[in-house]
Structures are given as C-alpha cells and as structure tokens.
C-alpha cells in the first residue's frame, strides 16, 4: 500500500462540469477510506470520509463511492470550480494497523475555464 | 485554517546537520502524526504519538525521532542529514488514539532543503 508520486494523473475538466476521480487501494482488510484535498503549498485538507459498512456517501458538491469487491474508491464533485484545482488523494485506514492512513499516489485536477 | 500549526515553514541545512520540527495539535486534539512528502515517494507516514506515548511507528529512519510534550507539542528530529531528506514535512492531528473513523487533521508543513 505505498504510493509511488513518480508521475501524476492529471484529470482536466471544464469548469461547471462534473469531476470523477478514481483510486484503487491495496489493502482488502482497510475499514476507512478518506479522500483528502492539496493545493500548492499547503498542507492537505480533508473532503470526506466512509467507512468499509458503507458503499456511497455524500456531502457538499462531493460524492464519494466505493467498491470492496475491486477495492476501488472515486470522488466525484458536482458543478467543478476553479477553486477546486489541486491534487487529490485517496488514503485507507485498516484498523490492525492503528490510525495511519497509507496514501494513495494522487490526481492533478485542471479547471479550465 | 486547520488548527494544526507547524514551525518553522522553511528550513535550510546542510548535510549532516541536525535539525528540529516542531507541531502543535488541534485544541482537544490527543494523537499527532508526521508524514514526509517527497516528490519519489509521496505522502509516507512516519510516527504517530497519542497522549504521550508512541503509538504507531511507519517507515522512519533511525537518524530520526520524535516525541509528544505534557503540553500534547510534538517535535521531530532529523539528524545526520542527506540531500535525500529533502521534503515537506506534515504533522495532523486528531481527536483520539484508537482505532476508529479518527479524522486527520493536516498542518501547513515545513519543508525542508538539505544543500
């Protein structure tokens, strides 16, 4: 479950436009996924969360979807904004290992206007 | 603004120096994190302190260490330095220690440059 940043996935999208992005997880045994959001310089910021008991959960402008069956998770934003450009990372919790959470690699995501 | 605040934002050394990261948790905040940042290996997690004590402990190097004060302040140690410690530094916090839907709260980071 260790992400390698070697190169990002860029995702670009027209502003109003709705945003899907994927990521796959490695471990079968994570019970808590979280999608976190980072713009240049700062540090990341959490979006939203699920547990492994649940398969969608949605929030403001934010979905987030997920698959055990191929451990796959995707964040989906409605109506995508300029001021959502940033790199977006998938991180997953397994409980046997405490509350670290292993980071996914990241996507780019472009807004053009 | 998370309420995680880190110092210092920048930091310049040269190799085999030692230097000191020091975070402060979210107010109530009990269990701080560090992760390095580094554009090879992305977001690793380094250390976890909860209350104190160490509770979890990732892929940190031995030339590296931390500790959580009474006041619940985290520091980061880095010694002996390498051009490949060259990163961003993050340290979260959150609520608890135990196993649980235990949100993270990221500071700004400090991001370190070893010449």
């Known amino acids: 479950g260790e992400s390698v940043g070697l190169h990002l996935p860029t995702l670009s999208v027209q502003e109003g436009d709705n945003s899907i992005i994927n990521c796959a997880y490695s471990?079968?045994?994570?019970?808590?996924f979280i999608w976190y959001k980072q713009e240049s310089g700062k540090g990341p910021q959490f979006i939203i969360d699920?547990?492994?008991?649940?398969d969608k959960r949605q929030g403001q402008r934010v979905t987030v979807l997920l698959n055990k069956t191929v451990k796959h998770l995707s964040l989906q934003i409605a109506a995508t904004q300029p001021g959502d450009s940033a790199v977006y990372f998938c991180?997953?919790?397994?409980?046997?290992?405490?509350?670290?959470?292993?980071f996914g690699t990241g996507t780019q995501l472009k807004v053009e206007l | 603004d998370s309420g995680v605040t880190q110092t210092p934002k920048h930091l310049i050394t040269a190799t085999g120096q030692r230097v000191t990261l020091r975070c402060s948790p979210r107010?109530?905040?009990?269990?701080v994190y560090w992760y390095q940042q580094s554009l090879d290996q992305g977001l690793q997690f380094l250390i976890q302190?909860?209350?104190?004590?160490?509770?979890a402990k990732g892929n940190i190097l031995e030339r590296f260490s931390a500790q959580q004060f009474p006041d619940l302040h985290s520091e980061l140690n880095l010694s002996s330095l390498e051009l490949g410690d060259s990163a961003l530094y993050f340290c979260?916090?959150?609520?608890?220690?135990?196993?649980?839907?235990?949100?993270?709260?990221f500071g700004p980071g400090t991001r370190l440059t070893v010449l």
């Open positions: 302190y909860y209350n104190g004590e160490e509770r």
């Open positions: 991180a997953e919790r397994w409980r046997g290992g405490g509350n670290k959470l292993t």
């Open positions: 699920i547990r492994s008991n649940m």
């Open positions: 979260a916090s959150s609520v608890g220690g135990r196993p649980g839907t235990d949100t993270q709260y």
């Open positions: 471990n079968s045994a994570s019970d808590y």
């Open positions: 107010s109530g905040d009990l269990s």
